[in-house]
């Protein structure tokens, strides 16, 4: 298999993170796999990562490749968007070139990124190869060409049913369409218990109180991810304003300033809310486990809504702490309000308070919902993914040859 991957990795973002653990686990499934990736001026980021493999905790189980695409600092200063589509060109370039030479010894394309997938649409007629595409959302452009692309793939994986739905009504042949929710690592959350004491000493959360926690970067495609939200819910419950802290893990952390604004006009207590940066992915699970309730507050969007699997979802929930999200419907073909999760209203801090004020006054029902959470997460592994994704490619390979 050769994953196509329009991306820099390391990176700040998730979406490195489960390119990598996607490669894990196809390899896992008995598949060669080689991951091609832009050349970018990544210095900074790769120094403190150091190996990519550990930094992401990821089997060194595939091949990596990083192409050349033109990435100047300089033209990035100068126009931004001019320079997006110089580096995303320039790669594509390479990547054909590679595709070309190399393509008898491939048996498998995937991609997940709609750069790649138009590339991989120009190719197919010459290349001939099984080619699918992971989609994680439509595009609001160009959507002729995007869904002329997905027709000529011999599969797509989506994230959601809701992305599904999208795409049948834009006349993609259902047999060619799978739901593949994200997934987690339950290796990584073994033990981990035993490092949340040393994160909440670190965080300086004194014994005895709640500290609500949302793991995660603070916004995606500069979208808000609730946040304010969630600080705004603090001023309706001031019953709890001597117990509650809230620490805010994952950047970037350019946004902390506008956050304190919100909470000094909101006449809060500064020093019961904690942003933290970036974190590696081995250390996300003493950070859970240092939480008393975990937070996933996203507003209604067409993305939150139709489009993510978010990736904090099945890593709340295999921390086993008690999840407090919105009731969006992406979500909600995971999470079911009173069974392994409280979901309430969007846009609403008052509705996040009530979900608060649920959790911490029914220790009982806290637990169960959290052990449910557990046991549902156990079919959302990265293994369990691959293994139907993989199992579902085979099916369309098949048929191709019938």
Known sequence: MLYLSCARIPSEKAHAYQILKMCES?????????????????????????????????????????????????????????????????????????VVRNRKSIDIIYCRDMFSLMLL??????????????????????????????????????LTGQLKTVLLQKVV??????????????????????????VREQMGIPPGSTLIGYVGR???????KGIKDLLESMRYLPDYSGSIYVA?????????????????????DRNRFCFHDLVPVSEVPAYLAACDIVAMPFPWTPHYAYHMSPLKMFEYMAAEKPILATQLPSVMEVLVDGKNAVLVEPDNPQALAQGIRRIMTDKEFSRRISAQARQDVLAYTWEERAQKIVCFIGTNILALKQ
Request: net charge positive; glycine share 6%.
């Open 173 to 198: 042949n259902p047999s060619k369409i799978a739901v593949a929710h994200d997934g987690v690592d339950l290796r990584h959350f073994q033990n981990a218990h035993f490092k949340g004491a040393q």
């Open 248 to 268: 805010f893990i994952g950047g970037p952390m350019n946004h902390v300033p506008a956050y304190y604004k919100i909470i000094e006009e909101l006449r809060l």
């Open 26 to 98: 196809f390899a896992s499934q008995g598949i060669m796999v080689t991951l091609l990736y832009q050349k970018r001026n990544n210095q900074q980021l790769e120094a403190r990562a150091g190996n990519v493999f550990e930094y992401y905790a990821i089997k060194n189980s595939f091949t990596m490749k990083k192409l050349y695409c033109l990435d100047s600092p300089l033209l990035e200063k100068i126009h931004s968007s001019i320079w997006f589509y110089v580096t995303t060109i320039t790669y594509l370039l390479a990547a054909a070139i590679y």
């Open 121 to 158: 649409g120009l190719l197919q007629p010459f290349l001939k190869l099984p080619m699918f595409y992971e989609a994680h959302a439509f595009p609001g452009k160009l959507a002729g060409l995007h869904v002329g692309c997905l027709n000529k793939m011999n599969g797509l994986i989506v």
């Open 218 to 224: 603070f916004v995606t495609m500069e979208q808000e």
